[in-house]
């Protein structure tokens, strides 16, 4: 008997050797129940039996999670069919992570498998569970998107178990590891060691029968689909998997697709839908089916009515935008533009949360609009596209670029429409006007009564669904919060985090409010103060009319007439402004139809009309080169003549009048570009040395030799002008400054000219009365003061609070501000100091704020609270804001008075 038994354990250990754990311990379970060996046999068996299957649920529990995650993966994990699919889809990083923790825990029992049940005899592992536990180890990593562990545990695999058919498997998910971090060399590498190793006789099928899917992978994530068509076709025969057989033909429809075989692209798609696949995968395939219909060998009815009925079936509404698309893809196969334009529409208007697809279709429709010249249609649907369009997206620059320009386009446009309309209207006799003007009025107060019924009809149906909704409680009924029942946390007020979050918004536009009436008003005094005073009527308030409180306001607003007249132009310097507007429009969008839209026709027709409506303006010499160039590149010679001919006489002197004389004018003036500037550096350095004469003789001999070169010319003739305000009188330098300024009113240095020209006003009256001077002088001396100070409303702000050291407890007054802190800004993580600031005052420093408006919210705030101020006279303290940049000087120069003239001109 005792033979018996210890040949049934010595088959056990054989058993666990080759991986059947369940068979192990029933055997062993056997053996102990035949056992009449003594007590201390019986309990060593009983204590090998209880590690045997307690270590088997450790490694079976870590499978089932592994198993788990690999089915959510396969059931969540979202493709975009726009594009080919990969034949493995292994999710996206955010999935990964929710996926982390399960696949922690597979490797938590892996591990500790690893540990207990570790045999290693010979440089062999005995236990075969224990290498599968490696494998799972490294899949778990892998489903988690940590590639480097999958990495190392799969390498460690491929090398430490050469002896066992599992390090094919390490080599083949090694291969996927190296494919998914975009190491698309060494999964190759990888792959062809597995092809060159199936001729040994330990080569697992299933290998064998998963490697011609991994290589068609590692083509499709190259961009290459040519190249993993065969690999696809051999998949077929050996793939069991039921959806993976499905995605594959998908895949293989796609490419046929993408390469013109529609016929083979509507059998393979056909294929898909046979099997009954997935609901996403079976709607992508009726839609694939749709677009690869082929306008030569078929007819699009039987497409058109299966599309658009699933178009109006409810199932389908998520994806009608997609279904929309295909049916203008059917449509310009047709050649019927103005039905795929329809269908275009209804695609965007339709999509909600599907921005590729919306993005896609407004792009296709974008550029109907821009090739058919239709430009304002064409820029609002380029607009919408660059909103949604995925920043990886090919061309992306060049769209955004395309929907820049359209952009300006159509803004030059509507300002044209808009003057146009204004002077017309400005020019119509009253009674057409106020007839115009009161059709308008009952427009939109017809529009406001019908949108003020909807909303009415909206709040009935909410509370007729709220009723509906209610619980009943002995025959009672209650309205039910929007969402769920009352005490339900899926209402809103009873969802704490939907609470908590909606009060730090609350805060981050508002800030700390107290709840109160007009609690959106900062100042309430103003608004109570201006109560019932009529807006138009602001000159009589100023004037000291006196009106009965109890007068009803002027209305005002878009249902009177004076919201309209007040917009019109009423004098003719109002006339003169809109032109000269209406004129820059026109040279922008000449330029912009001619350069950038490299549209001639309508480049030509807006020249003309700009001349035709305002012959003497003053891009005239401009127009007239464009009208030359346009003409002479549509071969109409005599026409280009005659605006050569309009150039020469009218303006021989300008560049364009060069440039027609002589076509490689820019080409010499490049070439003696270099000259100059050599010659400028000589010239300043001379002005470095004080060579004033030099640097006269230099620049007189620059402006002879390179009058044409607009870059080089303005800075000769400023350093001229300095040197001949040191050997000359002012006046000089005065007049040589003007020069400069009438030549060249575009020049960098027009600035620092005028700034000379106005010091020589000042300090010699050069070019002006006594009267001007002293008004001059006298707007300085005011100015003086706060010069230093810079306004820049996006700096770090702080808040400082004067207070009168010798009248005003200062330790009071700082623990009042700090409570007033804690209560009403609790949410800003402001600091308070407190310092001497001189003999007079004590400096109490609030900082710091992000802006001026946020610190100007706070100053509102805290100079009308009473409790901080209480028992303290307006006259023994001042408060202001101030910028983080201006704090010093402030500190340093301790003038309160100049400080508070520019606090109260740029903060008040």
């Known amino acids: 008997m005792f033979k018996i038994l210890l040949f049934k354990e010595i088959i056990v250990l054989k058993i666990v050797k080759t991986n059947n754990i369940l068979l192990a311990s029933v055997l062993l379970g056997v053996v102990m129940s035949f056992s009449s060996c003594s007590t201390k046999r019986n309990t060593a068996m009983a204590r090998s039996y209880h590690n045997l299957t307690s270590h088997y649920n450790v490694y079976w529990n870590g499978k089932q999670n592994l198993m788990a995650g690999a089915d959510y993966l396969r059931e969540n994990a979202r493709d975009n069919y726009a594009k080919i699919l990969r034949v493995y889809n292994y999710g996206d990083k955010k999935m990964a992570r929710q996926m982390s923790s399960r696949m922690q825990l597979t490797i938590k029992k892996a591990a500790m498998t690893i540990q207990n049940h570790s045999m290693v005899f010979g440089r062999k592992e005995e236990v075969r569970w224990v290498m599968e536990s490696y494998l799972m180890m490294g899949q778990a990593f892998f489903y988690k998107h940590d590639f480097a562990g999958a990495r190392r545990v799969f390498d460690f695999i491929q090398k430490k178990y050469k002896y066992d058919p599992i390090h094919y498997l390490g080599t083949l998910w090694l291969a996927k590891t190296y494919l998914e971090n975009k190491q698309y060399g060494k999964a190759e590498a990888a792959l062809n060691l597995l092809s060159s190793q199936q001729t040994q006789k330990d080569f697992p099928t299933e290998v064998k029968n998963v490697m011609p899917t991994v290589y068609a992978d590692l083509y499709l994530a190259q961009g290459n689909p040519s190249a993993a068509y065969p690999y696809l076709e051999k998949s077929i025969d050996v793939t069991r998997d039921k959806d993976l057989l499905s995605r594959i033909y998908f895949i293989m429809g796609q490419i046929n697709k993408q390469e013109g075989n529609l016929e083979q692209a509507g059998i393979y798609f056909t294929k898909v839908m046979k099997r009954n696949p997935p609901f996403q995968m079976d709607f992508e395939a009726r839609l694939y089916l749709a677009k690869s219909y082929d306008a030569a060998n078929g007819n699009s009815k039987y497409i058109v009515k299966t599309l658009e009925k699933m178009a109006r079936k409810n199932q389908y509404r998520m994806y009608r935008d997609q279904i929309y698309f295909a049916l203008a893809e059917v449509a310009e196969k047709n050649k019927n533009d103005s039905l795929m334009v329809h269908y275009l529409k209804l695609s965007v208007s339709n999509s909600r949360d599907n921005n590729y697809q919306k993005s896609t279709s407004a792009l296709k429709l974008a550029e109907d609009y821009f090739a058919h010249g239709n430009y304002v249609p064409a820029q609002a649907y380029y607009d919408t596209t660059v909103q949604f369009l995925p920043k990886n997206y090919p061309q992306y620059n060049q769209i955004k670029n395309k929907a820049l320009i359209l952009s300006q386009l159509v803004e030059n446009m509507k300002i044209i429409h808009n003057q146009d309309s204004l002077q017309e209207l400005s020019r119509m006799d009253t009674t057409r006007l106020y007839a115009l003007i009161d059709k308008k009025i009952a427009d939109y107060k017809t529009a406001l009564a019908e949108k003020k019924k909807a909303g009415e009809v909206a709040a009935e149906n909410r509370a007729a669904n709220q009723f509906s909704n209610a619980g009943v409680s002995g025959g009672g009924s209650m309205p039910v919060p929007p969402g769920g029942s009352i005490g339900s946390t899926n209402w809103y007020f009873y969802n704490k985090t939907a609470l908590a979050q909606g009060f730090n918004e609350f805060q981050k536009r508002w800030g700390q409010r107290r709840l109160e009436d007009l609690w959106f008003l900062s100042d309430k005094h ?20 006196n009106k009965s409180k109890n007068s009803k306001p002027v209305p005002t607003g878009p249902a009177t007439r004076g919201y309209y007249l007040k917009t019109l132009l009423k004098t003719e310097k109002d006339f003169k402004l809109s032109d000269s507007i209406i004129m820059a429009s026109y040279s922008k969008l000449g330029f912009l139809y001619l350069e950038e839209l490299k549209d001639t026709a309508d480049a030509l027709k807006n020249y003309l009309n700009f001349q035709s409506r ?54 010499k003036l490049e070439e003696t570009h270099g000259e100059a500037e050599k010659l400028y550096s000589r010239t300043y350095q001379a002005f470095e040395h004080e060579q004033y004469y030099r640097v006269i003789t230099y620049a007189d001999r620059a402006l002879e030799k390179y009058p044409d070169d607009t870059v080089v010319a303005p800075r000769f003739l400023y350093l001229r002008a300095l040197s001949l305000g040191k050997v000359n009188v002012p006046d000089t330098l005065y007049t040589a400054l ?156 301790k003038d309160i008075k100049v400080y508070k003239q520019f606090f109260n001109k740029h903060y008040q």
């Open 526 to 545: 103003t608004v109570m103060a201006n109560a019932g005073i009529p807006e138009e009527n602001g000159t009589e308030t100023e004037k000291g009319s």
């Open 614 to 667: 305002y012959p003497n303006n003053r891009y005239q010499l401009e127009n007239w080169y464009h009208l030359y160039k346009i003409y002479s590149g549509l071969g109409k010679q005599s026409l280009a003549t005659h605006y050569k001919a309009l150039i020469l006489e009218n303006f021989p002197g300008s560049l364009y009048a060069k440039v027609l004389l002589n076509p490689n004018f820019y080409k």
């Open 738 to 893: 003007k020069h400069l300024i009438a030549q060249y009113p575009h020049s960098p240095l027009v600035e620092r000219s005028q700034a000379i020209i106005k010091m020589l006003q000042l300090e010699y009256g050069i070019g002006i009365s006594e009267k001007e001077r002293a008004a001059l002088l006298a707007a300085q001396k005011k100015k003086k003061g706060e010069s230093n100070y810079i306004d820049n409303p996006n700096a770090t702000q702080f808040v400082l609070l004067l207070s009168d050291s010798r009248r005003v407890d200062a330790r009071a007054l700082e623990t009042r501000l700090s409570d007033f802190n804690e209560k009403y800004f609790r949410q800003i993580p402001l600091q308070l100091s407190a310092m001497n600031f001189d003999n007079n005052y004590q400096l109490l420093l609030i900082k710091k704020f992000m802006n001026k408006q946020q610190a100007m919210a706070y100053y509102k705030q805290l100079s009308k609270d009473t409790y901080v101020f209480s028992g303290i006279q307006k006259q023994k303290y001042q408060l202001f804001v101030i910028s983080k940049e201006n704090y010093p000087l402030f500190y340093q120069a």
